[in-house]
């Protein structure tokens, strides 16, 4: 038998056995599986760190709940739609689906060698007709219950992929990533808004950002096309309400999310507006209607439904709307027209200019702005720009009085009736005034789903000169895409075949939509589709839905937050509105995974420093990805750290294989008990760590174990029995970080079939607080091994480790639980046990009363000696003295220095 474990040596055969055994697969009569999923890949070609990291938290997670005895579903699937494939099928002058399908052979055998166990019955691919027909029905039905819009858009549009870009892909010139990094999903939304729920323009947080493309550096132009939203503002409310719910969920997603949608409880204010054959009111919204006072002009959107008709009659309107549209620059000063428009002043009366401004939205709040450049510090650029008023009608409590424009809150001041209210008093009872109502406004806008490329699911609408826009029949679903056309644009609109086709309502000539779905669509439900992803007669089996989620846990990057983990929130909503499921949240756990670096940056292939998952062999860095950080943390590959854990594979191997050469004995010793009380806290607290995720921690319980098995080996003769069960329990440890050696370890021991099927081992006793017995033994280890250190002694013959009386443990927890104020001194002494030693309980008391909330949880008098009884063999072993463990004697010297949580110690 080899002496050292080579996971490739026996990584093949293991595979065959559990496909032959069907290990994986979860039963579909199952009641109600544990549904851990990854976020699936996109279909790039190769496995990089972070899939691997990202799969190799979920496998474990999912083997654990096997061993717990739960049915598992966890299955995997393709993100493969989407533009990257259609760019590198132009660069290879292949097409597309061939491109993607020799990624996604790879990618699986690539995943197959690293051991996850995934039910690959339930494959799923996004580019498949039988996938793409369901995103096709699925629009269909949102369409008829009137979540999908048709209108035009100012995109972001890359002239040279020609499709638009989201608001996420457009990035700072220099800053875009290969993607190598930690990011599954590929591609974004079309979303646009201001700051903080405010229609001013701040220049980097809208969807007409100065940039370049995300995938070729390009610089991005704005364009207005006809599009397709998904209304998932009609969700706003509730998507934003349902936060507070998602505990599962990490608290910085959920601020991101809520950051996104961007709630405001503000005001809308209605100005007047007349001249130029204009006689309206014109609302604006605000966040700050304190400030109302303070307002010296009104500023339009060059989107405002007023500024078309001011244009058709002011060739400088005209001019300027027309540079503001296919502008893309930010601009350091915001640039305006002024018009022939007047506004009044809703409490003033005064009239005031209107402007068309360049930083004014049109899809944020009422796409116009009342101007306040003493509290506003775009308006106060733009009035400066423009030689207007600034007018300060709020003055600050404490700090610089002379800081313009001032910002914050404070009192009012030349705001007529309202002088001297605080701003938060003000904006309330303004909200009384006829001019102003309150309102509630949202940064999230509607999810444009509209793509000008090949290579993604067709929208199933037929446009009809007479009929309008016309679904496709479910019955003639899938709109399958056409063969792929070798062209810069949209080879779908090249394709005659596909744009020419019949009304399906009148019959008449039509032509067939030729945007395809934004390829968040696909992974907006695949989750569903994984529960019957053979079914031909609906996306997904309802009854089996309403039973098998919400997902149990699900695992991906932080960066997913505001799209993909928005959006199948949204979908899962619209579903249960549709009748389709009962669930309104999709996920119950959420957990992010941070990123492998190497010198200091994320692993990347465009930089260099990417390393390949296979290159130190599966089993060594998955256990690795895995052993090195808290999965939501970023942490460095460094080749010592990995030796690190080969080493350590090697050593529970060596464990296994050399315990034929044990000596034995039937005695039953206390180290024996010891051992087996050890094994059953592991068990607790591997457990605990496994269920929160914290696969480190594991790795470090499972050496501390090793480390205790191989000391209680070396130490002399062995309760086989007793030792082999810590052996039993080193192998399920292990196998879900590493199933390969689980595998090997389990069958070493002899035992029956495979761990992955075994039962998570049972302990002999309940052990509850096994943190406070491991602390308490180890502390006093290190008290003794002070002892030995500060007073010089080389060759101790005898240690004494003396248990604080029982009283003085009732006192103690008296105490600890009192609370703050409470008289827990008299209330102590009044209890029988304390009371029994009132003359030195007082003093005692007194002291721990002063320590307050400093005292930690201890063990009771009885509990702490027998843990402390049952560990002197590790100090006899350490120190090679005589070792005695008995509670403090009142008569002895040694009782007062015993307090709970520190025996008193005496070295001879």
């Known amino acids: 038998m080899s002496q050292r474990y080579n996971h490739a040596r026996v990584q093949e055969y293991w595979q065959y056995v559990w496909g032959a055994e069907g290990v994986y697969e979860c039963p579909d009569d199952a009641a109600d599986p544990t549904y851990v999923l990854g976020m699936f890949p996109y279909t790039s070609g190769t496995l990089h760190m972070g899939h691997v990291r990202n799969y190799a938290i979920t496998d474990a997670y999912a083997r654990y709940r096997w061993l717990q005895g739960d049915d598992v579903l966890q299955p995997m699937g393709w993100d493969a739609f989407g533009l990257p494939a259609e760019n590198a099928a132009y660069e290879r002058n292949t097409d597309p689906e061939s491109w993607t399908r020799s990624c996604i052979e790879q990618m699986r055998e690539e995943m197959e060698r690293m051991g996850f166990g ?122 934003h309400a349902g936060l507070d719910e998602l505990d599962g969920w990490p608290d910085s997603v959920r601020d991101i999310q809520r950051n996104w949608i961007g709630r405001q409880q503000s005001a809308r204010v209605s100005f007047p507006v007349f001249g130029a054959g204009v006689d309206r009111e014109v609302e604006v919204f605000t966040t700050r209607v304190d400030t109302v006072f303070g307002a010296t002009f009104l500023a339009l959107s060059p989107d405002h439904d007023l500024v078309d008709d001011l244009a058709a009659d ?400 070396e130490a002399g003769p062995v309760d086989e029995a007793a030792y082999v069960r810590g052996l039993e329990a080193l192998a399920r440890f292990v196998a879900p970080l590493a199933p390969y050696l689980g595998e090997e370890l389990w069958n070493l021991l002899d035992t029956e079939g495979l761990v992955v099927e075994a039962d998570w081992p049972e302990p002999h006793e309940e052990v509850t607080e096994y943190e406070l017995e491991r602390q308490l033994v180890d502390r006093t280890l290190d008290d003794v091994r002070d002892i030995t250190d500060v007073v010089d002694i080389t060759d101790p013959e005898r240690i004494e480790v003396v248990v604080a009386e029982a009283w003085k443990h009732r006192a103690y927890e008296l105490v600890r639980e009192s609370d703050p104020g409470e008289a827990v001194v008299s209330k102590a002494l009044d209890d029988d046990l304390v009371g029994e030693h009132r003359e030195r309980a007082g003093e005692y008391l007194a002291d721990l009363v002063e320590r307050g909330s400093g005292l930690e949880p201890a063990l009771d008098a009885e509990r702490e000696l027998g843990v402390l009884d049952g560990a002197a063999w590790l100090f006899e072993d350490e120190f090679d003295a005589d070792v005695v463990v008995r509670q403090a004697d009142p008569d002895d010297g040694l009782a007062a220095n015993a307090e709970p949580t520190r025996p008193a110690i005496h070295i001879s």
């Open 314 to 713: 002011d060739s400088e309107v005209a001019e300027f709307v027309d540079r503001a549209r296919a502008s893309q620059s930010t601009r350091a000063d915001p640039s305006g027209v002024e018009t022939d428009l007047r506004a009044t002043h809703p409490f003033t009366g005064e009239d005031l200019p209107v402007y068309v401004a360049d930083y004014v939205l049109d899809d944020v709040g009422t796409g116009a702005v009342m101007g306040v450049p003493g509290h506003n510090e775009r308006d106060h650029a733009f009035a400066t720009a423009h030689d207007l008023p600034v007018e300060r009608v709020v003055e600050p409590v404490d700090g610089d009085a002379s800081v313009e424009p001032f910002t914050g809150d404070g009192m009012l001041t030349d705001s007529g009736e309202y002088d001297g209210l605080a701003s938060a008093a003000a904006r309330e009872r303004l909200l009384d005034e006829d001019a102003v109502e309150a309102a509630t406004e949202y940064r999230l806008r509607d999810w444009l789903i509209s793509r000008q490329r090949y290579w993604g699911t067709p929208i199933p609408i037929v446009h009809c000169e007479d009929c309008g826009h016309v679904p496709v029949p479910d019955e003639d679903l899938p709109v399958e895409l056409p063969p792929y056309i070798r062209t810069a644009g949209n080879p779908l609109a090249e394709s005659d075949e596909f744009v020419e086709t019949e009304c399906p309502d009148c019959g008449r000539a039509a032509k067939r939509e030729t945007d395809t779905m934004d390829t968040f669509v696909d992974s907006s439900w695949y989750f569903l589709r994984f529960l019957s992803p053979d079914l031909e007669t609906a996306p997904f089996d309802s009854d089996l839905a309403d039973a098998w989620l919400p997902v149990d846990a699900y695992v991906g990057g932080e960066e997913h937050a505001i799209l993909h983990l928005l959006y199948i929130r949204f979908f899962t909503r619209a579903l249960a509105d549709l009748g389709l499921l009962e669930t309104r949240e999709p996920v119950d756990r959420l957990v992010n995974q941070g990123a492998v670096l190497y010198e200091g940056e994320k692993m990347s292939a465009s930089k260099g420093n990417a390393i390949a998952p296979h290159e130190y062999g599966a089993e060594t860095t998955r256990l690795f990805l895995l052993s090195a950080a808290h999965p939501a943390q970023d942490f460095e590959w460094t080749v010592k750290d990995v030796g690190d854990v080969y080493d350590f594979q090697q050593r529970l191997y060596a464990m296994i294989i050399e315990r034929d050469d044990l000596a034995t004995t039937d005695e039953r010793r206390t180290r024996d008990r010891y051992l087996d009380r050890e094994r059953d806290r592991t068990i607790a607290a591997v457990a605990d760590e496994y269920d929160r995720f914290r696969f480190h921690r594991v790795v470090s319980e499972i050496q501390r174990f090793a480390r205790l098995l191989r000391r209680y080996r």
């Open 118 to 239: 995934y039910d690959w019955s339930r494959e799923i691919t996004t580019c498949e007709p039988a996938y793409y027909r369901w995103n096709q029905w699925l629009f269909t039905r949102l369409y008829e219950e009137g979540l999908v819009e048709y209108t035009a858009a100012r995109v972001n549009w890359c002239p040279d992929c020609e499709t638009v870009l989201a608001d996420a892909q457009v990035e700072t010139p220099g800053g875009s990533d290969d993607g190598d990094g930690e990011s599954e999903f590929r591609d974004g939304d079309g979303d646009s808004r201001g700051r903080d729920g405010d229609p001013r323009d701040g220049g980097t947080d809208h969807a007409h950002a100065a940039g370049v493309c995300w995938r070729c550096e390009t610089p991005v132009e704005g364009r207005e096309l006809d599009q397709w939203f998904f209304t998932i503002t009609d969700y706003a409310e509730e998507l």
